[in-house]
């Protein structure tokens, strides 16, 4: 998956504890989002970063926080997770600004939560 | 209403046939399309990107975009069993900050 490697690629957790997944990449993008994908809404945007501690709220940002400390991590948090936040979620980057304007997906986290 | 409508299909059609994939938004201020292709549990995968209006072609793909009917299509020639999985549309408005989906057309294509 073009230098993106997320993990876990599978949890399931109880309601209320707090779930952490990771997105590494390897391309140097500055972009690198996090979104979920759930069925009839497609793929919602969660956070994005722009920048090494550079983060922005997406349309559904919600319970979620992120953090990136380094160029190659981006880290999502649920700080105390509900069923509502069942659903695959994906890591993308972009290369923004260098002309390819476009969005290279992770392969996904599957995360449940009871 | 939504910023990008489409489809969600499921549409089966045999192997050989030309496929019409469409999408049709509501922000004039798009300026980016792009077609992705997602097989089942797996994460979305490029297949075109086209800047503007106009056409552009890719082997058996071809993406058009339609600006004044704020409509972009996706032609799949000579379908064959290995294109089968669901189609989202996107597009940007060059920011770099905000992408946004379509839910995704569920192909099948019958050998």
């Known amino acids: 998956d073009a230098g993106i490697t997320q993990s876990p690629r599978h949890k399931v957790t109880e309601t209320g504890t707090p779930v952490t997944l990771r997105c590494h990449q390897t391309?140097?993008?500055?972009?690198m989002y996090w979104y979920r994908q759930d069925p009839g809404h497609g793929l919602r945007l969660i956070h994005y970063s722009y920048g090494v501690k550079d983060t922005d709220k997406g349309e559904v940002s919600d319970g979620y926080s992120v953090s990136r400390s380094k160029t190659e991590d981006f880290l999502l948090t649920l700080e105390s997770a509900t069923s509502s936040q069942t659903s695959v979620y994906f890591c993308?980057?972009?290369?923004?600004?260098?002309?390819?304007?476009?969005?290279?997906f992770g392969a996904g986290s599957r995360l449940t939560v009871l | 209403q939504k910023e990008v409508e489409q489809d969600p299909g499921p549409l089966s059609v045999p192997e050989g046939a030309i496929v019409s994939l469409n999408c049709t938004y509501s922000?004039?201020?798009?300026?980016?399309f792009m077609w992705y292709r997602q097989y089942s549990r797996k994460g979305p995968e490029l297949l075109m990107y086209?800047?503007?209006?106009g056409n552009k072609e890719d082997g058996r793909f071809t993406a058009q975009v339609d600006k004044s009917s704020k409509y972009i299509s996706l032609f799949i020639r000579d379908s064959q069993p290995s294109d089968s999985a669901t189609y989202l549309c996107a597009m940007d408005f060059g920011t770099g900050n905000q992408f946004y989906f379509g839910t995704g057309t569920s192909l099948t294509v019958i050998p």
């Open positions: 993308a980057i972009s290369d923004y600004g260098s002309g390819a304007n476009v969005l290279t």
């Open positions: 391309e140097n993008h500055r972009y």
């Open positions: 086209t800047y503007s209006s």
């Open positions: 922000n004039s201020a798009f300026q980016y």
